[in-house]
């Protein structure tokens, strides 16, 4: 079974650059999320999606971050502008079942680790 | 006070020791417990999943969760340089919808 596949592996901007990452989950999944993962912490929920609709974006920042759900199966999460505090692993995963994500087993892409400058 | 408090390490241990890896958290609406490995430059996996209280073991890995202290364990017997990693207690409830993950332990299992 393929995995959560995210790109870039890496990306390093300044700030007040834009960036966007691309998230496509395991075959289907219809629930996806995207995590952010500061270095020594734990991840972060910024946006989950029950196949296109967004179920919790409440601590997406939404005057900067944006994301969206193609046809209900890949993503991308756009930054814009980026700060320096948006540097870390931008985590991508997928869960089979229809549920809001609690008690289901997440499966996570190695994620896209952003530096900004 | 976070919801979720696990102390990050660094621990080191030999191999063939056994590893106790813990959490509180402080909401007791939480039923749903769980640990995940992280490997570095890899996202998390899920190695535990207990729902409510008591024990589940799979393997060489033992989950405990004892809600009256709001306290949640990882027990690693027989540890191997292969289980150095960093591990990610995780905890949710039904109500909020949420999964909240601890800051992570970082494991160092030397041979």
């Known amino acids: 079974e393929a995995g959560v596949a995210q790109s870039p592996r890496y990306k390093i901007i300044e700030k007040r650059q834009s960036v966007a990452f691309w998230c496509n989950p395991i075959?289907?999944?219809?629930?996806l999320y995207w995590y952010q993962q500061i270095l020594g912490q734990g991840p972060k929920l910024l946006i989950q999606f029950q196949n296109n609709g967004v179920v919790d974006d409440s601590q997406l920042p939404k005057d900067r971050f944006s994301a969206e759900r193609l046809k209900g199966v890949d993503s991308t999460l756009k930054i814009q502008p980026a700060k320096l505090e948006d540097s870390a692993v931008y985590l991508c995963?997928?869960?089979?079942?229809?549920?809001?994500?609690?008690?289901?087993?997440?499966?996570f892409g190695s994620g896209t680790q952003l530096s900004v400058l | 006070q976070k919801e979720v408090e696990q102390d990050p390490g660094p621990l080191s241990v030999p191999e063939g020791a056994i590893v106790s890896l813990n959490c509180t958290y402080s909401n007791s609406a939480f039923q749903y417990f769980m640990w995940y490995r992280q490997y570095s430059r890899k996202g998390p996996e899920l190695l535990m999943y207990?729902?409510?209280?008591g024990n589940k073991e799979d393997g060489r890995f033992t989950a405990q969760v004892d809600k009256s202290s709001k306290y949640i364990s990882l027990f690693i017997r027989d540890s191997q340089p292969s289980d150095s990693a960093t591990y990610l207690c995780?905890?949710?409830?039904?109500?909020?919808?949420?999964?909240?993950f601890g800051q992570g332990t970082t494991l160092q299992v030397k041979p």
């Open positions: 995963a997928s869960s089979l079942l229809r549920g809001q994500g609690v008690g289901e087993k997440l499966f």
């Open positions: 075959s289907g999944h219809a629930t």
């Open positions: 207990t729902y409510s209280s």
């Open positions: 995780a905890v949710g409830s039904s109500n909020t919808g949420k999964l909240i």
